[in-house]
Every structure is written in C-alpha cells, then in structure tokens.
C-alpha cells in the first residue's frame, strides 16, 4: 500500500488560496488519490478524486503531475469554515483497505 | 437512512468491562469500514467487510478486538476487557463497492471512555 507523506500543519488566511501537497512516491497504477477533510468532532468527508492530471470541482481542485508521486490539493479563497484536518489517501481500485496519515491541519485567520 | 449512523454516540466503561459499538451503513452500500481515531491522532485502519466477509483483519490492535457484520448491513466492533488505551473515537464507514478508489461516507463516530 502506498504511504502518503503531508506537512502536519499550514496556517493561512481569509481569502488566500492554499495549496496542500501530498507525497506518494510508491503510488501503484492502479491506484486513485482522493483527500477527506475532517472537522473537529465529525467523521472525514470527502473532498475530491483524480487519477492524473487537474480535477476540479465546486470546492477544490486537485494537481496531480504525470509520475503521479505527489498531487495538491487546492483551496482557492479559504475561509474560517475551511480550518479542518485535510488528508491524502491513495487507493486501488480494487481490494478495499485505505491507509490514513496523519494529516494536514489547516488553521485559517481572520 | 440517509447516512452512516453509529451507537452509542458516547460510551463510557469501567476498565475490563466488555464493549459493542454498532453501525449502520447506508442502504445498499456493500463495504464498511471500522477506524479507530485518538485525540489529536489521524485514522488508524482497524477491518474492513465486503458483504459479511472480512477480507482484511490485519489493523485489529489485540484478539481482544473483534467484529461482524450480518446481512451484509449492520455491523459491530466488539472490545473484550477494554483497556485505558483502548479510549478513543470509533469511526465506520461505507462505500457502494469494495474498491479503495470508492468514496467513503463516515458516520459521527462512538466516542469510547474506557476509565
């Protein structure tokens, strides 16, 4: 299973865009990267999936280089609500289990 | 139901004591997860079930961690002479198909006090 590699915390402010990277360089073929966000108190929720190249969706979008050993997550104009506990995952497509790391935390000023 | 629901929210037990902790995926969806989660601490993979199956044991912490799942529905993380250590946030999600590239959708968590 591939081991995924965040900065355990990043502090930002209202209105800037945040990028967050996750390293992966054991990333199988087969594999998606997909990020979660956890807020205090409540179970993950998912933010975002890709395989390669650029997602995007109403919320963030997702970098994802062609070796696929790295992707970022990005958060354009963050705002209080986005001080959370972000996490990279990469998994099969196949066979289940899914490893979390620790996590990045977000922390957003005012 | 509309989501993932877990019981009881919070559980408070004497050390020894034996605890179940209960999910309920979401209708239809055919794998569930149980993590484990300590204060300040990321996700710890504890079981995973396809259907009633448990193809992956291998994140239970002890034999004194179990679980099953009937129906392929409800499922429960059993804990036999818990242990201080054992306190933490009990998470169980579900996804639609087994495959780790499936979206999981969590429940609130059961928050285990083991004094």
Same mark, same amino acid.
């Given at each position: 299973?591939?081991?995924?590699?965040?900065?355990?915390?990043?502090?930002?402010?209202?209105?800037?865009? @945040?990028?967050?990277?996750?390293?992966?360089?054991?990333?199988?073929?087969?594999?998606?990267?997909?990020?979660?966000?956890?807020?205090?108190?409540?179970?993950?929720?998912?933010?975002?999936?890709?395989?390669k190249t650029k997602v995007t969706n109403e919320v963030a979008s997702l970098f994802i280089p062609a070796d696929r050993k790295s992707s970022t997550l990005s958060l354009p104009r963050v705002s209080l609500s986005?001080?959370?506990?972000?996490? %990279?995952?990469?998994?099969?497509?196949?066979?289940?289990?899914?490893?979390?790391?620790?996590?990045?935390?977000?922390? @957003?000023?005012? | 139901?509309?989501?993932?629901?877990?019981?009881?929210?919070? +559980? @408070?037990?004497? +050390?020894?004591?034996? @605890?179940?902790?209960?999910?309920?995926?979401?209708?239809?969806?055919?794998?569930?997860?149980?993590?484990?989660?300590?204060?300040?601490?990321?996700? /710890?993979?504890?079981?995973?079930?396809?259907?009633n199956s448990a193809p992956d044991k291998s994140g239970l912490p002890s034999d004194r961690f179990s679980a099953e799942r009937t129906g392929g529905s409800v499922s429960t993380l059993t804990i036999q002479r818990?242990?201080? /250590?054992?306190?933490?946030?009990?998470? %169980?999600?579900?996804?639609?198909?087994?495959?780790?590239?499936?979206?999981?959708?969590?429940?609130?968590?059961?928050?285990?006090?083991?004094?």
């Amino acid at each position: 299973l591939a081991k995924t590699t965040q900065p355990i915390s990043m502090d930002s402010y209202e209105g800037q865009e @945040v990028n967050i990277t996750c390293s992966h360089n054991n990333i199988a073929t087969n594999d998606y990267i997909t990020w979660y966000q956890q807020f205090p108190s409540q179970g993950p929720r998912f933010i975002i999936q890709g395989y390669k190249t650029k997602v995007t969706n109403e919320v963030a979008s997702l970098f994802i280089p062609a070796d696929r050993k790295s992707s970022t997550l990005s958060l354009p104009r963050v705002s209080l609500s986005d001080t959370a506990v972000y996490y %990279c995952l990469v998994g099969a497509n196949q066979g289940g289990k899914l490893i979390f790391g620790q996590g990045t935390e977000l922390s @957003v000023k005012p | 139901g509309a989501g993932v629901s877990q019981s009881p929210s919070n +559980k @408070v037990t004497e +050390k020894g004591k034996d @605890v179940e902790l209960r999910c309920d995926p979401i209708s239809g969806h055919t794998a569930l997860y149980w993590y484990r989660q300590s204060l300040g601490q990321g996700l /710890e993979f504890l079981i995973y079930f396809q259907g009633n199956s448990a193809p992956d044991k291998s994140g239970l912490p002890s034999d004194r961690f179990s679980a099953e799942r009937t129906g392929g529905s409800v499922s429960t993380l059993t804990i036999q002479r818990t242990q201080q /250590e054992d306190s933490a946030v009990y998470l %169980c999600a579900s996804t639609l198909a087994s495959g780790g590239a499936d979206t999981q959708y969590f429940g609130p968590g059961t928050r285990l006090t083991v004094l």
